[in-house]
Nanobody, 124 residues
């Protein structure tokens, strides 16, 4: 079963950028629909972005559209989340997840494998 490891989180000032990486092992990433979710303190985990296994269709939460970009590098077996124009409301633990080809991209429950998460903190 594929295993996922996130990296790239950290502390950044408002207006700054970060790029999160999600590296996969034990499986071929291109076969999975990949998603990013985030959880802020005291809040439920929520959808951020996803890219499907077939055709690479991208989905974004309304709150990140135009600022975040999800991409995948199949040669590196890695998925990225480029985050620009960050604001304090983006502060959260960010998790990548993998799901089978029939995964509904926005549905957290459809994903079968999760990484351990990486913390993003945006200061004002």
């Amino acid at each position: 079963q594929v295993q996922l490891v996130e990296s790239g989180g950290g502390l950044v000032q408002a207006g700054g950028s970060l790029r999160l990486s999600c590296a996969a092992s034990g499986g071929t990433l291109s076969r999975y629909t990949m998603g990013w979710f985030r959880q802020a303190p005291g809040k439920e985990r929520g959808f951020v972005a996803a890219i499907t296994s077939n055709f690479g269709v991208r989905y974004y939460a309304e709150s990140v559209k135009g600022r975040f970009t999800i991409s995948r590098d199949n040669a590196k077996n890695t998925v990225y989340l480029q985050m620009n124009s960050l604001n304090p409301e983006d502060t959260a633990g960010y998790y990548c997840a993998a799901g089978p080809i029939n995964t509904r991209p926005l549905f957290e429950s459809d994903y079968v494998t999760w990484g351990q998460g990486t913390q993003v903190t945006v200061s004002s």
